[in-house]
């Protein structure tokens, strides 16, 4: 019977400082800029954050901006590819049901991201990065107010209420998670849709006029 010499051995894995990748970086910055604000937050303090040294953190990323950048990206991404699928015509489907549907997408997306939301609710446009990111807020604006303006045009919506000040109440409403909502708190991500798309929609919804009474009509 053939033996078999010995075994080779498994090549060891190089592996890196551990929680210091570039994914860790952006989220100990998210969290230092929003603790301490982007403005006065320095290469330094995230250095200081992660126990590292300024050299370490620019082996990952260029800079501040970069990381502001990658942060406001995380926080708009998603919620522009629901609001852009919202805003397409589909057979089988109305104007009010993708904007319902939109609303509900963005608190689900806004729990997922919280940390970067709360970072872009807070810019200014004092960089071309933070322009940038209020462009695309603008675009995501001017397509959920058209598709209000679209569910208001199908009868499914009451029309005495501007469409653009109905998608900043409805998205303002959304936006003011990220002041209260806490993933171990009492309420679950579905919870908070729910009740939001309830008591939105419920207000929103069209009402038959009726005449007063008395008046024989």
């Given amino acids: 019977m053939a033996t078999t010499g010995p075994a080779e051995p498994t090549p060891r894995r190089r592996r890196g400082r551990p929680g210091h990748d570039q994914a860790a970086i952006l989220r100990a910055a998210v969290e230092l800029f929003n603790r301490k604000g982007y403005d006065a937050t320095s290469m330094g303090d995230l250095a200081r954050e992660l126990g590292l040294t300024k050299p370490a953190i620019y082996h990952h990323v260029a800079g501040k ?28 489907t109305t104007a009010y049901g993708r904007l319902r549907a939109v609303v509900r997408r963005s608190v689900e997306v806004l729990v997922a991201h919280q940390p970067s939301v709360t970072l872009l609710l807070r810019v200014r446009g004092n960089s071309e990065v933070e322009l940038t990111a209020l462009e695309r807020r603008r675009w995501i604006d001017d397509r959920l107010a058209e598709l209000v303006a679209d569910a208001a045009a199908e009868g499914s919506l009451r029309a005495d209420v501007p469409p653009a000040l109905v998608s900043r109440l409805l998205f303002g409403m959304v936006n003011s998670l990220v002041e209260w909502y806490r993933p171990d708190g009492a309420y679950d991500t ?28």
Avoid: K, M
């Fill in 190 to 217: 579905a919870a908070v849709a729910d009740a939001i798309t309830a008591i939105a929609f419920d207000g929103l919804a069209r009402h038959e006029t009726r005449p007063a009474p008395g008046t024989g009509q």
């Fill in 65 to 92: 901006e970069q990381l502001l950048g990658q942060a406001l990206d995380d926080a708009l991404d998603e919620l522009t590819a629901a609001v852009a699928e919202a805003s397409r015509e589909q057979e089988g």
